[in-house]
């Protein structure tokens, strides 16, 4: 199984910050990687697909990159709504796996 | 629009079984690739299992043998047959459509594991 590790586990940040979120995987999966929002008592909500394709909907402020094994989420000019938990998850191969989540709070 | 409501859980008690049952609008099930994910108390998130199109089925090895993923093409649902039931079954349980990986989720239904 390929394993999906996420860094930071948390992180606190105020409004307007420029925040990176780095998700590498155990082994090269392409492109096949996706970001995940998830807000208390919600389902997730795909933010990012194939990496770096913005989901319809989704601001422009986030945005993915990363190719193989490294991935990283970027919001620019953190807004209120966008404090929540990140995962990333590779759909490559089954089964599928995500990352253990990082923590976007107010600082 | 696409919509996914899940249903069926519930309070069960270990050893057990229950079904859930995801019924879809706005897309066609047996057209796309379907899968159920969990999520426990205060945890992540955990994939469960797919149906293919074609039918096929792949499972996450902590449900293998005990659950069953199916549709009913008639119904335009999605089924999950959970047997043998273990406190660590406990979790909210999501369907979701599958395009490059779960794309459109649906709200969840909770399925408790206690005597």
């Known amino acids: 199984d390929i394993q999906m590790t996420q860094s930071p586990s948390s992180l606190s940040a105020s409004v307007g910050d420029r925040v990176t979120i780095t998700c590498r995987a155990s082994q090269a999966i392409r492109n096949d990687l996706g970001w995940y929002q998830q807000k208390p008592g919600k389902a997730p909500k795909r933010l990012i697909y194939a990496a770096s394709s913005l989901q319809s909907g989704v601001p422009s402020r986030f945005s993915g990159s990363g190719s193989g094994t490294e991935f990283t989420l970027t919001i620019t000019n953190l807004q209120p709504e966008d404090f929540a938990i990140y995962y990333c998850l590779q759909h490559n191969s089954y089964p599928l796996t995500f990352g253990p989540g990082t923590k976007v709070d107010i600082k | 629009e696409v919509q996914l409501v899940e249903s069926g859980g519930g309070l069960i008690q270990p050893g057990g079984s229950l079904r859930l049952s995801c019924a879809a609008s706005?897309?066609?099930?047996?057209?796309?690739?379907m899968s159920w994910v969990r999520q426990a108390p205060g945890k992540g998130l955990e994939w469960v299992s797919v149906?293919?199109?074609?039918?096929?089925?792949y499972y996450a090895d902590s449900v293998k043998g005990r659950f069953t993923i199916s549709r009913d093409s008639s119904k335009n649902t999605l089924y999950l047959q959970m047997n043998s039931l273990g406190v660590e079954d406990t979790a909210v349980y999501y369907c979701a459509r599958d395009s490059s990986g779960p794309a459109y989720w649906g709200q969840g239904t909770l399925v408790t594991v206690s005597s």
């Open positions: 706005g897309f066609i099930v047996s057209n796309n690739y």
């Open positions: 149906i293919y199109s074609g039918g096929g089925t």
